[in-house]
């Protein structure tokens, strides 16, 4: 142990005692650092000993040699910066993040840097590069900004070579986290060698890694997958063979949909009455290993469903949506109508809901929205979406119709629509966020009434003043203002007095997130300035 380090030990049990009941002795050493502790005034106890830390501290710091040994090789120096650096404005407000301050934005900031083609500050490089370390969703941002001098000062520090380079060899020589970021940006780019790349080393990687690089296949997943992904329904982990389900019910093509398609098209049933028309189901007779396989337990995990009702479930899940279509010549439209029809069999409707959910398919979850009743709609309201969704023409006007729809507000389905990619929002998005927004707050300083889920309102608030498109960040502004106004002169009265402090407490929870969500607006813009020089007009 250093001289600094024992002396720090000993200060430190006086300083938990207490000076007043174990008084402060002066510490007396030699040589430089002696000399000065030697004119610490003892006079004052609490101050010597304070002073007495202080100097051992600094002296620690500033008293260590560089490393001698000339075994190791001396590093290639970093080569010259190519890119201009952000601007001071920037960099306080870089250092205020990382700071934990406004650290939401720092995506926005990073990646706003990474279009400009500008980079980071030196003096950030290694704050910026332990956040990376800790928080995974950031590394690819960060790579992006961080200078020649980053990516040197990166792999000179074992735990900083996530930032990956661009050689192929990090796949085989570089970290979980560096192997993962070079799989998924590759994966982007080149869709069947992220694969090849996969299956290459995939016997020698643990069960924790298979499955991560696993998910990553659901970036452009196509049926150049499907032999490699059928394969792993017998891979030896649990979890690699549920998330190769989940893969392979996004191939409709698949042979694993096929085999659904195969098990299920008997049991359902469309039977005609007059001119009503209704769904009957015949649950499954056995359980089959060519079914466990296909990831359909024996045993129901759900104790309000049977078994065999479980099995069917499963069925109709991994069954592709566009097989009814096809197999029943019906609409979408027609198809959930009939399901809803008194007599039809509900699990149809539970099994479509959980198919369209897990695939993404938002046209069919519009359908199911519009055309079926409370009890199915709250089921579609509560999950999120998957992260992986296609988004085509049909796909983005029916996500439209969802998130204008008034009975999924502020719902978990709303909520994964808009917040599941972490992107800013165009502006038809913002201008339809903007509106639940401010006519819910509106209807509550008009109506005075009570608002059962507040808090989840309270909190999506927050959280969209992340995602505001820039080019409506001053109209949100001026629109929150005014409802900050509202809410202020708001004069609540009831003659319950419990009824009177739950609308109090939720008018205060409402003025605080909507002031929150202009205060973030605010430093968005003032952001934004700082990295274009651009000075906003209203």
Same mark, same amino acid.
């Given at each position: ?346 699990? %149809? ?134 409802? %900050? ?54």
């Amino acid at each position: 142990m250093s001289l600094e380090s024992s002396l720090l030990q000993t200060i430190t049990a006086t300083a938990l005692i207490g000076t007043q009941r174990q008084p402060f002795t002066p510490i007396s050493t030699d040589g430089n650092l002696g000399q000065l502790l030697a004119n610490v005034d003892a006079t004052n106890q609490e101050a010597a000993l304070l002073s007495t830390v202080a100097i051992a501290t600094m002296y620690q710091q500033a008293g260590q040699l560089p490393i001698t040994n000339h075994q190791l090789p001396i590093p290639e120096p970093c080569e010259l910066e190519d890119l201009p650096c952000c601007s001071d404005r920037t960099g306080y407000y870089l250092s205020l993040m990382l700071n934990g301050e406004h650290q939401q934005l720092l995506p926005e900031l990073l990646e706003r840097l990474a279009d400009l083609g500008q980079r980071v500050h030196e003096t950030s490089l290694p704050s910026l590069l332990d956040l990376g370390k800790r928080q995974s969703d950031l590394r690819e941002a960060i790579s992006q900004v961080l200078g020649k001098r980053g990516q040197w000062l990166a792999a000179q520090n074992p735990e900083w070579n996530y930032v990956a380079s661009e050689d192929e060899t990090v796949w085989e020589t570089g970290s979980k986290a560096a192997r993962l970021m070079w799989l998924t940006k590759l994966r982007r780019q080149e869709p069947d060698q992220a694969r090849q790349l996969l299956e290459s080393t995939w016997k020698q990687e643990s069960a924790s890694d298979r499955t991560a690089f696993l998910e990553v296949l659901g970036t452009g997943l196509s049926m150049a997958d499907e032999p490699f992904l059928e394969e792993l329904l017998d891979d030896r982990s649990k979890e690699v063979r549920r998330v190769t389900v989940d893969l392979l019910t996004c191939l409709p093509e698949s042979r694993f949909c096929q085999r659904a398609i195969a098990r299920v098209q008997d049991l359902i049933k469309l039977q005609h009455e007059g001119n009503q028309q209704y769904f009957t189901v015949d649950l499954p007779e056995v359980h089959t290993p060519e079914m466990l396989r296909d990831g359909i337990e024996a045993k129901s995990n759900d104790s309000q469903v049977g078994d065999r009702a479980s099995w069917l479930l499963k069925m109709l899940t991994s069954t592709p949506l566009s097989f009814w279509n096809q197999h029943l010549t019906m609409s979408i439209e027609d198809l959930v109508k009939t399901a809803n029809h008194s007599q039809s069999d509900r699990l %149809i409707l539970q099994g479509w809901i959980a198919a369209a959910q897990k695939t993404g398919n938002l046209v069919w979850l519009q359908a199911l929205v519009e055309f079926s009743q409370e009890e199915e709609v709250n089921r579609i309201a509560g999950q999120p979406l998957v992260d992986s969704l296609i988004l085509d023409s049909q796909q983005q006007d029916a996500a439209i119709h969802l998130l204008k729809n008034s009975d999924l507000a502020f719902s978990n389905l709303f909520k994964s629509l808009l917040f599941r990619n972490k992107a800013i929002w165009n502006e038809e998005l913002s201008a339809i966020v903007l509106e639940v927004i401010i006519t819910t707050l509106d209807r509550f300083i008009t109506t005075s009434q009570l608002i059962s889920n507040y808090w989840n309102i309270s909190e999506f608030i927050r959280d969209a003043a992340k995602y505001i498109a820039p080019s409506l960040i001053l109209s949100a502004k001026d629109q929150a203002l005014d409802v %900050i106004q509202g809410l202020q002169n708001l004069t609540l009265d009831s003659e319950n007095k419990r009824e009177l402090r739950e609308l109090e407490y939720t008018q205060t929870t409402l003025h605080k997130s909507i002031k929150q969500f202009v205060d973030l607006l605010q430093i968005r813009q003032e952001m934004f300035e700082s990295i274009t020089n651009f000075t906003w007009k209203s």
